[in-house]
């Protein structure tokens, strides 16, 4: 739904290159800057302005990074996870400056282009990638095999390659995705962590009315206000508005035409078709939003009047009288629960808020240890745990592309009944403090403090 409904609003002028003068001075010198971790576990990093600029592979760019975000990931690797030592960084915007490709195609599609990228880089050999390619005008296979799950990938700033706090990065062709003109650059670094949400929406994970004919639509509860949680609640709530506007629009269809329909043979109507047909309307009561709970009141406004969710302290979920150690509103009463929290205590909260045979989402890679961690009530409840990271980002893209030069924009085809309205993502509220490449120390220091919610670093400018 969200994929379909947010194509709509997408307008890019793709015949439209950026300008590149600076690259043929910036090659001639053949270093950059970067931020490098030399040894694993490196609590603090360092900035050089020594390191070559990297050659694309054949079918691979070199990208100059405009923008780079920091993520708790990179916070995550400077204390030892994932024992990665290069550039660190994964989250950005850039423009590509030159195309190793023996295809006119493929260089005219793409140079000078400004782009975000998927971050994992398979092999192109193994079982995955073969069986699975990762090329979206590939026919039938599954893309989110190969762009997730090839046994020897690399990744961008987290596993065997240099990531995205430096001035210049390579991704394969198929790797990247054009940004519109009109999204901005600070806007369009959020792509990356904007498409982990939406990953839950690609996944199928939340039953709509749609899916289920009578069936109840599952309620979903979303733990953690962090970053993540923020833009999981920024996604799950636009895709609750999307569903439940289609339903209304659906129904008013189906009640305007069923007058019409009366006289027609009733065995000629399937099963789906006579619940289609029937009276029932679809409203919030049906359709419960997602519910987010968070410890700061101020980041729950941040989503609260504009995402679609519903805003509640994480307290009101706590009873530590009762054995389970849920409040007995909460206990077992989400068919969805999505854990952004990171934490072994908001792992057990998630674990018992789910109901019986419920879907427990895991969002957070980067989680503390398991100690005083309980696994049993996952199998007495029967419950799917399901993991869930990197997404789509092209449909990321489409969700920043929604025009926000007001709110209750109309998404959807217009034409039809299938539009109704949803607030635009302002994105641009997440940011904290924006840093030039050479204060990127104090960047990530900044990014560290509990108070601070985005980051980003300024790598080099003129693109326009």
């Not at 950005?92 to 782009?115: A, D, H, I, Q, Y």
């Not at 519910?291 to 009141?297: E, I, M, T």
């Not at 009762?322 to 206990?331: K, P, Q, Y």
Request: glycine letters at 8%; a negative charge.
């Amino acid at each position: 739904m969200l994929q379909q409904a947010y194509r709509i609003s997408l307008r890019s002028n793709s015949n439209k290159n950026h300008s590149i003068t600076n690259q043929d001075k910036t090659k001639q010198n053949k270093t950059m800057k970067g931020f490098v971790v030399s040894k694993a576990g490196d609590s603090h990093g360092s900035l050089r302005d020594d390191l070559p600029i990297p050659t694309p592979l054949p079918e691979e760019a070199l990208v100059r990074v405009l923008r780079a975000g920091v993520c708790n990931t990179d916070l995550e690797i400077l204390q030892g996870y994932m024992g990665f030592t290069g550039i660190l960084g994964h989250e950005f915007v850039g423009v590509v400056t030159e195309v190793n490709s023996e295809t006119p195609e493929l260089k005219e599609r793409w140079m000078g282009k400004r782009v975000c990228g998927d971050i994992n880089v398979g092999c192109a050999s193994c079982w995955v990638c073969a069986n699975a390619p990762h090329d979206r005008n590939c026919a039938g296979g599954c893309p989110q095999m190969s762009r997730n799950h090839c046994p020897y990938r690399t990744v961008l700033g987290i596993l065997n390659k240099h990531g995205t706090m430096a001035e210049f990065l390579t991704l394969p062709l198929h790797n990247l995705h054009e940004v519109p003109d009109h999204v901005s650059d600070e806007v369009a670094v959020f792509a990356e962590p904007l498409a982990a949400a939406c990953r839950i929406v690609e996944q199928n994970l939340v039953r709509y009315k749609e899916d289920l004919g009578r069936v109840p639509p599952d309620k979903v509860a979303i733990l953690g206000d962090g970053k993540l949680g923020l833009m999981i609640a920024e996604v799950l709530g636009r895709e609750h508005t999307l569903r439940l506007g289609k339903n209304k629009n659906n129904d008013n269809d189906n009640d305007n035409n069923s007058n019409s329909n009366s006289n027609s043979n009733s065995n000629s109507n399937s099963i789906s078709n006579s619940i289609s047909n029937s009276n029932d309307t679809i409203n919030e009561d049906d359709s419960p939003r997602p519910v987010l709970f968070g410890k700061h009141s101020h980041k729950l406004d941040l989503v609260r009047e504009t995402a679609g969710v519903d805003c509640k302290p994480v307290v009101d979920c706590i009873d530590a009288s009762r054995f389970s150690g849920v409040a007995a509103e909460h206990e077992h009463r989400y068919d969805v629960v999505v854990d952004a929290t990171g934490s072994p205590a908001g792992l057990k909260l998630a674990a018992g808020m789910c109901r019986p045979m419920g879907t427990l989402v895991l969002k957070s890679t980067c989680a503390a240890g398991t100690d005083g961690f309980n696994a049993a009530p996952l199998v007495i409840d029967e419950l799917r745990v399901v993991g869930s990271r990197c997404g789509p980002i092209d449909r990321a893209l489409e969700l920043l592309a929604i025009p926000n030069h007001g709110i209750g924009e109309s998404v959807g085809d217009e034409s039809s009944n299938n539009s109704c309205t949803i607030e635009p993502l302002n994105v641009e509220k997440y940011i904290t403090k924006t840093f030039p490449l050479s204060e990127v120390e104090a960047a990530i220091r900044c990014a560290a403090e509990r108070s601070t919610m985005k980051v980003q670093i300024v790598c080099s400018t003129g693109h326009e």
